[in-house]
């Protein structure tokens, strides 16, 4: 019997840095759970509430041993309505709750705060002069590195497309949020679809924006599992969010740019007539693509679409990582999901 | 943030304060980690019972009560009480299977400097072998006041008992392990019956 565990340990009792990550880790997930209980609690109980959802954001590890709590929305939080209920097509919803399912079985490598998340897309971008007719490009790649920055920063990242590198700067320095969301901010976003919308709302300026709120939502929620990195459990929960938004149904035009088999979700904006599509790989829950398509008296005309081909994380901005979640087989196959 | 009383921490945590709550944490996890290692001899355990001692705390921030009396104590009361639980079913388990570890051979007073002398394996080993002689109760001032050195206010505070009791559990341990000390034959119980110290609550003495 050799039980390594009863062997004493070193005198030293500090944790390591990998020790601290997972403490942090495993409290971040149970307060989660915890607030989300309590706060349905409160909800049942009185119908007004005015707890605060707190997010959870990892510091930068090794240097500030300090758990940040950051509360979403404001200490006077108004009195909590209803919550939203489900409104999305049935058939929608199906596929989102799936694919959310589906989701809580991947796993993803977080990054540091000094690496940068890497996304690369196939993508067909609307290259006709503005009110003039849609020209679609050829296909092209299109590669981003976003800084995993926790802090206000206006080096934000890297976009190389049409053969050019276009840093991405954000003049004064944007904070992390909607705006600049980083794997951590991604990760302390609420799980709770309701609490979610909110925190999404809170952030997106609604205000000057001829669409819809629900189609802004719509759309930053596309946005946000296209072309980032996510915790699956947050993109789960952007599924899940997707539900409570009126107007959202099943697209059948089931595939991506690239011919991939998908499930679209899609909305269309009353104002605009434009329509947005979001493609999910059924067999993985993952977000492979999306379309943008136009309303016009001759039918749907597409005018923009992305199929992501490679997600991971780099190590420095500009540079490819070593192995990146490669979506496309050489020869354009999808890579079977796994089992 | 650094700059609060005592007394306003408290009553930030107890209306739910997410700043002081995760302040808190960062002040005190190294430190609740380094209680559980101790208590457990396990950094597997250590790590778990550390996020749990918080999360705990969050749970019963309700129970906080207005005082002058640093949240530390608090704080490593609750990885005591979680450390011990999961050494306890290993102890069982440990005992079924016979193991050898009754004899605690020549044990200093822990509370005796001369313990830092032996190299560390062994004097940890001792220590531990030791520890097996002790009651829950008499373990856990022991880790609060010995190695946490809480002072007899701030664990009697934390353990929610009267200052004398903490000295007479503290005195207890001590002389039980003189009693070792004196006779290196004595071996502790080990059985998984009612008997075994760890398994019998005793209530307070």
Same mark, same amino acid.
């Given at each position: 019997?050799?039980?390594?565990?009863?062997?004493?340990?070193?005198?030293?009792?500090?944790?390591?840095?990998?020790?601290?990550?997972?403490?942090?880790?495993?409290?971040?997930?149970?307060?989660?759970?915890?607030?989300?209980?309590?706060?349905?609690?409160?909800?049942?109980?009185?119908?007004?509430?005015?707890?605060?959802?707190?997010?959870?954001?990892?510091?930068?590890?090794?240097?500030?041993?300090?758990?940040?709590?950051?509360?979403?929305?404001?200490?006077?939080?108004?009195?909590?309505?209803?919550?939203?209920?489900?409104?999305?097509?049935?058939?929608?919803?199906?596929?989102?709750?799936?694919?959310?399912?589906?989701?809580?079985?991947?796993?993803?490598?977080?990054?540091?705060?000094?690496?940068?998340?890497?996304?690369?897309?196939?993508?067909?971008?609307?290259?006709?002069?503005?009110?003039?007719?849609?020209?679609?490009?050829?296909?092209?790649?299109?590669?981003?590195?976003?800084?995993?920055?926790?802090?206000?920063?206006?080096?934000?990242?890297?976009?190389?497309?049409?053969?050019?590198?276009?840093?991405?700067?954000?003049?004064?320095?944007?904070?992390?949020?909607?705006?600049?969301?980083?794997?951590?901010?991604?990760?302390?976003?609420?799980?709770?679809?309701?609490?979610?919308?909110?925190?999404?709302?809170?952030?997106?300026?609604?205000?000057?924006?001829?669409?819809?709120?629900?189609?802004?939502?719509?759309?930053?929620?596309?946005?946000?599992?296209?072309?980032?990195?996510?915790?699956?459990?947050?993109?789960?929960?952007?599924?899940?969010?997707?539900?409570?938004?009126?107007?959202?149904?099943?697209?059948?035009?089931?595939?991506?740019?690239?011919?991939?088999?998908?499930?679209?979700?899609?909305?269309?904006?009353?104002?605009?007539?434009?329509?947005?599509?979001?493609?999910?790989?059924?067999?993985?829950?993952?977000?492979?693509?999306?379309?943008?398509?136009?309303?016009?008296?001759?039918?749907?005309?597409?005018?923009?679409?992305?199929?992501?081909?490679?997600?991971?994380?780099?190590?420095?901005?500009?540079?490819?990582?070593?192995?990146?979640?490669?979506?496309?087989?050489?020869?354009?196959?999808?890579?079977?999901?796994?089992? | 943030?650094?700059?609060?009383?005592?007394?306003?921490?408290?009553?930030?945590?107890?209306?739910?304060?997410?700043?002081?709550?995760?302040?808190?944490?960062?002040?005190?996890?190294?430190?609740?980690?380094?209680?559980?290692?101790?208590?457990?001899?396990?950094?597997?355990?250590?790590?778990?019972?550390?996020?749990? +001692?918080?999360?705990?705390?969050?749970?019963? #921030?309700?129970?906080?009560?207005?005082?002058?009396?640093?949240?530390?104590?608090?704080?490593?009361?609750?990885?005591?009480?979680?450390?011990?639980?999961?050494?306890?079913?290993?102890?069982?388990?440990?005992?079924?299977?016979?193991?050898?570890?009754?004899?605690?051979?020549?044990?200093?007073?822990?509370?005796?400097?001369?313990?830092? #002398?032996?190299?560390?394996?062994?004097?940890?080993?001792? +220590? #531990?072998?030791?520890?097996?002689?002790? +009651?829950?109760?008499?373990?856990?001032?022991?880790?609060?006041?010995?190695?946490?050195?809480?002072?007899?206010?701030?664990?009697?505070?934390?353990?929610?008992?009267?200052?004398?009791?903490?000295?007479?559990?503290?005195?207890?341990?001590?002389?039980?392990?003189?009693?070792?000390?004196?006779?290196?034959?004595?071996?502790?119980?080990?059985?998984?019956?009612?008997?075994?110290?760890?398994?019998?609550?005793?209530?307070? #003495?």
């Amino acid at each position: 019997m050799n039980d390594v565990d009863l062997l004493p340990p070193p005198p030293a009792g500090a944790p390591t840095a990998a020790e601290r990550a997972r403490i942090e880790q495993a409290l971040r997930e149970n307060l989660r759970a915890e607030v989300r209980a309590e706060r349905r609690a409160v909800v049942r109980r009185d119908r007004v509430a005015t707890v605060a959802v707190p997010g959870l954001v990892l510091a930068c590890l090794g240097t500030v041993a300090a758990l940040v709590l950051v509360v979403a929305g404001t200490p006077s939080s108004p009195p909590v309505e209803a919550a939203r209920p489900i409104v999305a097509s049935a058939p929608a919803v199906d596929v989102l709750e799936a694919a959310s399912r589906r989701l809580a079985q991947t796993d993803v490598l977080a990054p540091s705060a000094d690496q940068f998340v890497y996304v690369r897309s196939i993508a067909l971008t609307n290259e006709g002069a503005y009110d003039g007719e849609v020209d679609l490009g050829d296909r092209h790649t299109r590669e981003i590195w976003l800084s995993q920055e926790p802090g206000s920063t206006s080096d934000q990242g890297l976009i190389r497309e049409f053969g050019q590198d276009w840093p991405i700067w954000g003049g004064t320095g944007s904070p992390v949020g909607i705006r600049r969301p980083t794997y951590a901010y991604l990760a302390s976003l609420p799980s709770d679809p309701d609490a979610l919308l909110d925190e999404l709302t809170s952030q997106l300026p609604t205000w000057d924006d001829a669409r819809s709120t629900d189609q802004v939502l719509f759309d930053a929620i596309v946005d946000l599992v296209s072309e980032g990195l996510a915790p699956p459990d947050t993109t789960a929960a952007l599924y899940r969010a997707l539900t409570r938004i009126p107007g959202v149904e099943v697209d059948d035009d089931a595939r991506d740019l690239l011919g991939r088999p998908g499930i679209g979700i899609t909305r269309t904006e009353d104002v605009f007539l434009t329509r947005t599509v979001l493609i999910i790989d059924p067999s993985t829950g993952e977000t492979i693509g999306a379309r943008y398509l136009m309303s016009t008296p001759a039918g749907d005309e597409v005018f923009g679409a992305t199929a992501v081909v490679a997600r991971g994380v780099a190590d420095v901005v500009g540079r490819v990582p070593d192995d990146p979640d490669e979506m496309v087989e050489a020869g354009g196959r999808r890579r079977a999901a796994p089992a | 943030m650094a700059d609060l009383s005592v007394r306003q921490q408290r009553a930030l945590l107890r209306a739910g304060d997410h700043d002081v709550f995760s302040q808190l944490f960062g002040a005190h996890s190294d430190e609740v980690f380094a209680a559980a290692l101790r208590l457990t001899g396990s950094r597997a355990s250590a790590e778990d019972v550390t996020s749990e +001692t918080f999360l705990v705390a969050w749970r019963r #921030r309700g129970d906080v009560e207005p005082s002058d009396v640093p949240l530390r104590g608090w704080l490593l009361a609750i990885a005591a009480h979680h450390a011990m639980n999961v050494t306890r079913g290993r102890r069982r388990r440990l005992a079924f299977l016979g193991s050898d570890r009754a004899r605690p051979g020549v044990v200093a007073d822990f509370a005796d400097e001369a313990v830092g #002398r032996l190299d560390d394996a062994r004097r940890l080993e001792r +220590t #531990r072998t030791a520890l097996d002689a002790l +009651t829950r109760r008499e373990l856990e001032v022991v880790s609060l006041c010995v190695w946490s050195e809480l002072s007899y206010q701030e664990a009697a505070d934390a353990l929610g008992i009267p200052v004398g009791t903490v000295r007479s559990r503290l005195n207890r341990a001590r002389e039980r392990l003189r009693v070792l000390v004196a006779d290196p034959d004595v071996a502790p119980p080990l059985s998984p019956a009612p008997a075994h110290p760890h398994s019998t609550n005793r209530g307070p #003495r």
